[in-house]
C-alpha cells in the first residue's frame, strides 16, 4: 500500500476538492491510500475519508499562525513515512507545504495546478514572489489542462514537457440524465412548464453570479416563463446575490438550492447550464453538465479544454451584453439533451474518465511515464 498526503482540500466541497476525492475513491481500490491535512475547522468530506480509510491530520491556518503550520505539517512528515506528498494549488502564493516537504527528504513532491489566474492583489504579489521556487521544492509539476499549466508553471516548462495533464475526470454514471428525477423536481418546485437554466458553484467572484442575475433579468423581460437554479453553499457572496435579486424583484425568477449532495437530480431537472465565470481552469461543473446531456453557455475565459461536446457548447464574451448572453441561453435551452452512449464515449476519449486517468495518477505517484 502507498500512502500520499494530500494538502490543499479546504473546508467546502468545491472543484479542487472534487479532484481529490474522484481520484480517490478509484485509486483507494488500486492500493494507493490518501492523508490529508487541513488548516481549517472541518475538511470537506471528512466522514466519507475516513470510511475509505484517510487520516485527517488538522494544523493552524498558515495565514494566522505561520509557524505552528510549518511545526505541525512537519511533525506529520516526520511521524509518516509518505511516499509522495502531492500539494493541491490555486496560486503559488502559499508554496510552504512544497518547501517543508523538500526540507524533509520526501522523494515524490507533487506541485498541482487546479486554476488559470487567482483574485486579490496581496495573493497576486505572493503569487508572482513564490512562482521561481516551485521547480527547487518540488519534483514533480500536474495541472488540470493545458491553460491551468502554462499559467502557474510557464510556457517553457509546459512546452519541454515538465507538467503532467490530470484531467478533472469523473464517474460517468454519477451524473447522467434521470428523467425521472427531472420529472420529481420538477414537479416538487412547480417548474413543469418553465425553462430552467441552471448552475453549480460556489458563490464567490470567479463564478460571476452577478452577471447571471443580470442575463436572467434580461430574459425574464421577454420570457415570463424561466428560472436561474443556483446550486451551491450559501456561503460567500450568496447575501449579496440574493440581495441584487431582490432589488431586481426577481424572487420569482431565481431559485437558490444551497448545498446539494445529488447534483445529477438538478441537472437533470435543467434546460441549459450558464456559466461566465470570469477565470477558470477545467471546472468540474462543467463537465459533469455536459455529461447529464445539457446544452452549455459559458465564458470564453474558461479553458476550451472543458469543451467535451464542441455542438453543444458556447462560448461568449464577457464583453459581450446581455442581451447577447440572453438570446443565446436561450437558443441552447431547445437543444434536445445527448444520449447517454454517446456521452460515455467522447468523455472517455476526451480522457475524462475516471477509470482510465486514476491509472495516469497511479503512474505519477509510482515515478512511472505517463
Same mark, same amino acid.
Given at each position: 500500500?502507498?500512502?500520499?498526503? *494530500? ?10 476538492? $472534487? ?7 478509484? /485509486?483507494?481500490?488500486? %492500493? ?5 491535512? +487541513?488548516?481549517?475547522? =472541518?475538511? $470537506?468530506?471528512? %466522514? ?35 511516499? !509522495? ?15 517543508? $516537504?523538500?526540507?524533509?527528504?520526501? =522523494? =515524490?513532491? #507533487? ?6 489566474? +487567482?483574485?486579490?492583489? #496581496?495573493? =497576486? ?12 521544492? !518540488?519534483? %514533480? ?17 509546459? %512546452? ?11 464517474? !460517468? ?44 433579468? *434580461? ?9 436561474? +437554479? ?10 449579496? #446575490? ?5 432589488? !431586481? ?44 446531456? /445539457?446544452? +452549455? ?21 464577457? *464583453? ?51
Amino acid at each position: 500500500m502507498i500512502r500520499v498526503l *494530500q494538502i490543499g482540500m479546504g473546508n467546502v466541497a468545491g472543484g479542487l476538492e $472534487a479532484f481529490v476525492m474522484n481520484y480517490y475513491r478509484v /485509486l483507494v481500490h488500486m %492500493d494507493i491510500q490518501f492523508d490529508f491535512v +487541513c488548516m481549517y475547522d =472541518k475538511i $470537506a468530506y471528512e %466522514d466519507e475519508i475516513k470510511r475509505l480509510g484517510g487520516r485527517v491530520y488538522y494544523v493552524p491556518n498558515v495565514k494566522k499562525h505561520y509557524r505552528g503550520y510549518i511545526s505541525g505539517l512537519k511533525k506529520i512528515l516526520k511521524k509518516e513515512n509518505y511516499q !509522495a506528498v502531492h500539494v493541491n494549488m490555486l496560486s503559488a502564493a502559499n508554496i510552504v507545504p512544497l518547501r517543508v $516537504a523538500h526540507q524533509a527528504g520526501i =522523494k =515524490k513532491i #507533487i506541485a498541482h495546478s487546479h486554476s488559470s489566474s +487567482c483574485p486579490g492583489l #496581496i495573493r =497576486k504579489l505572493m503569487d508572482n514572489v513564490n512562482r521561481p521556487f516551485i521547480g527547487r521544492y !518540488a519534483t %514533480d509539476m500536474a495541472a488540470c489542462g493545458e491553460l491551468a499549466g502554462r499559467w502557474l508553471f510557464g510556457e517553457k516548462a509546459y %512546452d519541454n514537457g515538465l507538467v503532467a495533464v490530470i484531467n478533472n475526470a469523473i464517474a !460517468a454514471e454519477r451524473f447522467l440524465f434521470s428523467a425521472e428525477d427531472r420529472e420529481s423536481l420538477r414537479k416538487e418546485l412547480g417548474w413543469e412548464n418553465k425553462t430552467v437554466i441552471g448552475h453549480v458553484g460556489r458563490f464567490d467572484i470567479p463564478k460571476n453570479h452577478d452577471r447571471m442575475i443580470d442575463i436572467i433579468q *434580461q430574459l425574464s423581460r421577454e420570457k415570463k416563463d424561466v428560472v436561474l +437554479c443556483l446550486v451551491g453553499p450559501k456561503e460567500g457572496l450568496y447575501e449579496q #446575490i440574493k440581495g441584487k435579486t431582490e432589488k !431586481a424583484g426577481l424572487e420569482k425568477h431565481v431559485y437558490f438550492a444551497g448545498r446539494q449532495e445529488n447534483i445529477s437530480r438538478y441537472l437533470s431537472a435543467m434546460d441549459v447550464f450558464l456559466f461566465p465565470s470570469v477565470f477558470e481552469g477545467v471546472p468540474f461543473a462543467l463537465i459533469e453538465a455536459q455529461t447529464n446531456g /445539457l446544452a +452549455c453557455v459559458m465564458s470564453d475565459t474558461v479553458s476550451e479544454e472543458a469543451v467535451v461536446f464542441p455542438e453543444r457548447v458556447k462560448r461568449l464574451s464577457l *464583453q459581450e451584453n446581455d442581451r447577447t448572453w440572453a438570446e443565446t441561453v436561450e437558443e441552447m435551452s431547445r437543444l434536445p439533451r445527448e444520449h447517454a452512449d454517446v456521452i460515455k464515449e467522447k468523455l472517455s476519449a476526451a480522457h475524462f474518465d475516471i477509470e482510465t486517468e486514476a491509472e495516469r495518477l497511479k503512474k505519477l505517484y509510482l515515478g512511472e511515464e505517463i
